[in-house]
């Protein structure tokens, strides 16, 4: 698909949403969830400092707080994010939300001495731990 420009065009930033990000004159259709990890990462903008990264992460942020946040209190998935009109709230927030998202959405903006990436390492759970030198030698080093 071709384009031009850079525009950002979002459905709602939740779960199996569609945006057209276009850059250097090439459109490409991502799917992505704003409630999943994998959405807000903080790498990309921490490898290369390009702040379009913050801004993404910034609509996925507001997306969630306009169409997820509910009164009592936490986050609801979206059922169907390509109707931005009436989005319909599910009753449940995925176990993942607080514990990775919203830290994933953290480190995006927080400063790079908090858990720099040449000294820390994140599991599949967003868990950091230290990138570990071996002082011994080993038959991989």
């Given at each position: 698909m071709g384009g031009t420009g850079a525009r950002t065009e979002e459905r709602i930033g939740m779960s199996r949403a569609w945006r057209t990000l276009t850059r250097d004159h090439h459109t490409t259709r991502v799917t992505s969830s704003g409630q999943k990890p994998s959405s807000p990462s903080s790498s990309p903008f921490r490898l290369t400092g390009d702040h379009r990264y913050r801004d993404i992460g910034w609509k996925?942020?507001?997306?969630?707080e306009k169409h997820c946040k509910v009164e009592s209190g936490g986050y609801a998935s979206i059922l169907d994010v390509m109707n931005a009109n009436n989005p319909q709230k599910e009753d449940k927030m995925e176990t993942f939300f607080m514990g990775e998202t919203l830290k994933y959405l953290w480190l995006l903006f927080a400063d790079e001495s908090v858990l720099p990436l040449d000294e820390f390492v994140f599991n599949?759970?967003?868990?950091?731990l230290p990138v570990f030198h071996p002082s011994l030698r080993t038959g991989f080093s």
């Open positions: 996925i942020f507001q997306s969630i599949t759970e967003a868990h950091p």
